[in-house]
């Protein structure tokens, strides 16, 4: 249950966009309701720079360049790191990730092993003429550079865009694995409120779809900005390429605003069912310079640290 959700909690930044994310007329498209969420801000738009994560055992640093460290006017991101450092002092560059843009909008990502040139995943994103993302194929590579992990996601929108249904199937060395359907709902500020996941999957090996799990998510929100919505172009799921520890990835849980609280239940598997809560430090100017994540499943928090430029 817990690898699973982790997969639906990436689909969230399928929709976690920038309030200026840029589409050919200069427009913002989240692929939902456009709106620029309930703001409480100085006006100052922000961008991430930095991203340190703290939790039992380990700290994740995740850092963000732009237009090749050269500038910000147009806050396009360009590249990000990743870095784990252990508690008994060992630390490595755990990957390296860079955005392609394509019409103002970030079209790939090429996440690199380390620091060595090896391709291990890349994502790519199309849109449709609203600037709404419509597809999405990730690819996890083995050194010799074949794919052998493949997920493929489709996006259809309805309700004036408030509804999103999401269908995705997920092949292994070329077997699939499993195939699902998310609908999410949004709220009028734009971010998420609910969530439904139907997936079949293959639970002994034989390559029949014959399990069927369901996954329902409730969301709660606070009215600040969240940490992304500078990134220009980020009007897809790309977040979620910018930095790997599970429990940061809240920060995104949101596409205008901060995530507090999510609810997540497993009808077939009730006693699997957990909460989560965020408390929130902010900056003068409406950002979150500090998370405190409380999960329900564990008797520890994280805490992490946001700074920007």
Same mark, same amino acid.
């Given at each position: 249950?817990?690898?699973?959700?982790?997969?639906?909690? =990436? %689909?969230?930044?399928?929709?976690?966009?920038?309030?200026?994310?840029?589409?050919? $007329?200069?427009?913002? *498209? @989240?692929?939902?309701?456009?709106? @620029?969420?309930?703001?409480?801000?100085?006006? *100052?738009?922000?961008?991430?720079?930095?991203?340190?994560?703290?939790?039992?055992?380990?700290?994740?640093?995740?850092?963000?360049?732009?237009?090749?460290?050269?500038?910000?006017?147009?806050?396009?991101?360009?590249?990000?790191?990743?870095?784990?450092?252990?508690?008994?002092?060992?630390?490595?560059?755990?990957?390296?990730?860079?955005?392609?843009?394509?019409? *103002?909008?970030?079209?790939?990502?090429?996440?690199?092993?380390?620091?060595?040139?090896?391709?291990?995943?890349?994502?790519?994103?199309?849109?449709?003429?609203?600037?709404?993302?419509?597809?999405?194929?990730?690819?996890?590579?083995?050194?010799?550079?074949?794919?052998?992990?493949?997920?493929?996601?489709?996006?259809?929108?309805?309700?004036?865009?408030?509804?999103?249904?999401?269908?995705?199937?997920?092949?292994?060395?070329?077997?699939? +694995?499993?195939?699902?359907?998310?609908?999410?709902?949004?709220?009028?500020?734009?971010?998420?409120?609910?969530?439904?996941?139907?997936?079949?999957?293959?639970? $002994? /090996?034989?390559?029949?779809? +014959?399990? +069927?799990?369901?996954?329902?998510?409730?969301?709660?929100?606070?009215? =600040?900005?969240?940490? =992304?919505?500078?990134?220009? /172009? %980020?009007?897809?799921?790309?977040?979620?390429?910018?930095?790997?520890? +599970?429990?940061?990835?809240?920060?995104?849980? /949101?596409?205008?605003? @901060?995530?507090? /609280?999510?609810?997540?239940?497993?009808?077939?598997?009730?006693?699997?069912?957990?909460?989560?809560?965020?408390?929130? $430090?902010?900056?003068?100017?409406?950002?979150?310079?500090?998370?405190?994540?409380?999960?329900?499943?564990?008797?520890?928090?994280?805490?992490?640290?946001?700074?920007?430029?």
């Amino acid at each position: 249950m817990r690898s699973k959700i982790y997969l639906i909690l =990436f %689909a969230l930044f399928a929709f976690s966009c920038s309030s200026d994310s840029s589409s050919d $007329d200069g427009n913002n *498209n @989240n692929g939902g309701n456009n709106n @620029n969420g309930g703001n409480n801000n100085s006006g *100052n738009s922000l961008l991430v720079s930095e991203i340190i994560t703290t939790t039992q055992g380990y700290t994740t640093t995740d850092t963000f360049f732009y237009n090749d460290g050269d500038g910000l006017d147009d806050n396009k991101l360009t590249s990000s790191t990743s870095e784990y450092s252990y508690d008994n002092g060992q630390s490595y560059l755990n990957n390296t990730s860079n955005f392609i843009y394509t019409n *103002n909008r970030i079209a790939r990502v090429d996440t690199y092993e380390g620091s060595s040139n090896n391709m291990a995943r890349q994502v790519e994103f199309d849109y449709d003429s609203q600037g709404r993302l419509t597809t999405i194929e990730r690819c996890y590579y083995y050194d010799n550079g074949n794919c052998y992990d493949q997920t493929i996601y489709s996006f259809s929108y309805s309700n004036n865009n408030n509804t999103i249904t999401e269908t995705y199937s997920t092949s292994y060395e070329g077997q699939l +694995e499993y195939t699902g359907t998310r609908v999410w709902q949004l709220d009028n500020n734009g971010n998420f409120s609910s969530a439904v996941d139907i997936e079949s999957y293959d639970d $002994d /090996g034989d390559g029949v779809l +014959e399990t +069927e799990d369901e996954t329902n998510i409730s969301f709660e929100h606070d009215n =600040f900005n969240n940490p =992304f919505s500078g990134i220009a /172009g %980020a009007s897809a799921r790309v977040i979620f390429q910018l930095y790997n520890s +599970e429990y940061s990835h809240v920060l995104s849980w /949101g596409a205008f605003n @901060n995530l507090t /609280g999510a609810n997540i239940s497993f009808p077939q598997y009730p006693e699997d069912d957990y909460t989560v809560s965020v408390a929130y $430090d902010y900056n003068e100017d409406g950002y979150p310079r500090q998370a405190i994540i409380s999960d329900s499943d564990y008797d520890f928090d994280s805490v992490v640290t946001i700074n920007y430029y």
